[in-house]
């Protein structure tokens, strides 16, 4: 079946610009996670989505990041007036969650968007 | 303190060797720990889950041993198609929140 999808694969955009990012992920799986990757670097944590709603954005490092995720599918990653450190690869994870355990099964990851920020 | 530390290597083996790989983390309530590997500009792929009793795929073993907080992953027989990054990842009970490791790079040479 289809995996995680992420569009655009590439972005590049200049300083100050706004960016939106898109994840689409495995049909029917609840939960939904963004990290980013600077290279060479591992993964860092953005935000999880359980459903449409987020319970932790503990993650996003400033007010300049936002998420959303409409009808327990699609989400979008938005980035407000883009500074050279947002530079990264984008990456979204989705898995099924094994409801009240608290315990989500494995994240399968899109191929990521790779962010560059002139 | 990160809450997942692994040594970023590069191990650099020759094919057919065993390799073996450790992973620390900081927070003892962690519920579940994986294995990723990363292929150079490629998205994380899961390698394996580790269980408490520690589990075999084929020529890979992970061990979890949750009184010392760490994670192993041992490859034998290593291939070319092994070299890689490996990614240890631990997932907490609340917010169903993921650690990444930085990653372990494993070099098999001819």
């Known amino acids: 079946g289809a995996g995680v999808s992420q569009s655009p694969s590439n972005k590049v955009t200049e300083k100050g610009k706004d960016v939106e990012l898109r994840c689409d992920p495995i049909?029917?799986?609840?939960?939904l996670y963004w990290y980013r990757q600077s290279l060479g670097q591992g993964l860092e944590f953005l935000i999880y989505?359980?459903?449409?709603?987020?319970?932790?954005k503990s993650g996003l490092p400033s007010d300049r990041f936002s998420a959303e995720r409409t009808g327990g599918s699609v989400s979008t990653l938005t980035i407000q007036r883009t500074q050279q450190e947002d530079s990264a690869v984008y990456l979204c994870?989705?898995?099924?969650?094994?409801?009240?355990?608290?315990?989500?099964?494995?994240?399968?990851f899109g191929p990521g968007t790779r962010l560059t920020v002139l | 303190r990160k809450e997942v530390e692994q040594d970023p290597g590069p191990f650099n083996v020759p094919e057919g060797a065993t390799v073996a790989f450790n992973c620390t983390y900081s927070?003892?309530?962690?519920?579940?720990f994986f294995w990723y590997r990363q292929d150079c500009r490629k998205e994380p792929k899961l390698l394996m889950s580790?269980?408490?009793s520690g589990n075999e795929d084929g020529r890979f073993t992970a061990q979890l041993n949750r009184a010392s907080q760490y994670i192993s992953l041992l490859i034998r027989d290593s291939k070319l198609s092994d070299s890689a990054t490996y990614l240890c990842?631990?997932?907490?009970?609340?917010?169903?929140?993921?650690?990444f490791g930085s990653g372990t790079k494993l070099n098999v040479k001819p």
């Open positions: 994870a989705s898995s099924q969650s094994r409801g009240g355990t608290g315990l989500s099964d494995t994240q399968y």
């Open positions: 049909s029917g799986h609840t939960a």
């Open positions: 580790v269980y408490s």
């Open positions: 927070n003892s309530a962690s519920q579940s």
């Open positions: 990842v631990v997932g907490t009970r609340n917010f169903n929140k993921f650690y």
């Open positions: 989505f359980q459903g449409n709603s987020a319970p932790d």
